[in-house]
């Protein structure tokens, strides 16, 4: 009989409330043969808790090559292997890619053994648009990068969601009013499921006030999540959208449609649907 590959498990943890942990992560973490973790000591508290005595060993994405073949080395063997980061889901903003990547081209099986994820949880209660949004990650550190990534993606229409350290997040508001605009609708959602949770949205401008106002809000883990701009129709450029904007501020809407078409050459339809849209993202 041809030998079997062992299973890579891809397993959440959680991000503060260790009550988050699902039972079937308990199972897999107590049953697989080792366990690689991004941090061994860190996860050791979360492991004692659940009685999980499978040893441990460490992985990070810049682990020499030596000890991604040798995790891969025990699953081409047929054993079990799981891996956790210190908080959440492994790969969102945490290691795995690199051993994940090479498992799947070596035709091992990995499993996600779903749970916490930061982003996922702060979403699911901004009270944003929900329906498409996009994952940034770690925005760059140096505010002149951190602002030109920014203003790049001022006109994304689609929720944009951050990871920012306490310490930045003042910053990195202030580079948000540069970039989008005082008045564009940001959350703050910190310390999730922990005993100082706090989901809060305001205009930017008066969010990083707030911020700025109570040392509190600039400790402990921190989601952004930024509302999309108004989404411009296809062939709206900047100066129709300008354009539009001040008739919208004067006019009702059929009518600022149909001046607008004869200021800017476009179909009256065009820009009714656009001031339409426009108007119900903004409801
Ligand atoms: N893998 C994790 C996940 O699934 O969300 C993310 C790991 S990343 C290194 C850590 C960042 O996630 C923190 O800096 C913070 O932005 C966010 N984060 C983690 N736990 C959080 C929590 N309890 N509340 C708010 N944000 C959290």
Redesign the pocket.
Known sequence: MQHQPGILYVV?TP??NLADMVPRAVTVLQTVSVIACEDTRHSARLLQHFAIETPCVAYHDHSDEKKVDALLARLQAGEAVALI??????????PGFRLVRRAREQGVKVVPVPG???????LSAAGLPSDRFIFE??LPAKSGARLKQLQALAGESRTLI?????HRVLECLQDMITAFGAEREVVL??????AF?TIHGAAVGELAHWVASDSNQQR????LLVRGAPPQAEGLDDDAVRTMEVLLAELPLKQAAALGAKLTGLRKNELYQWALARQSDDA
């Open positions: 959440a991000i503060g980061s210190d908080a959440g889901t492994p790969l969102v903003s945490d916490a994820c930061a982003f996922v949880a702060a990650g770690f951050f990871y920012e350290a306490p959602a910190r310390e999730l499921s922990k949770e402990g883990e921190l989601v």
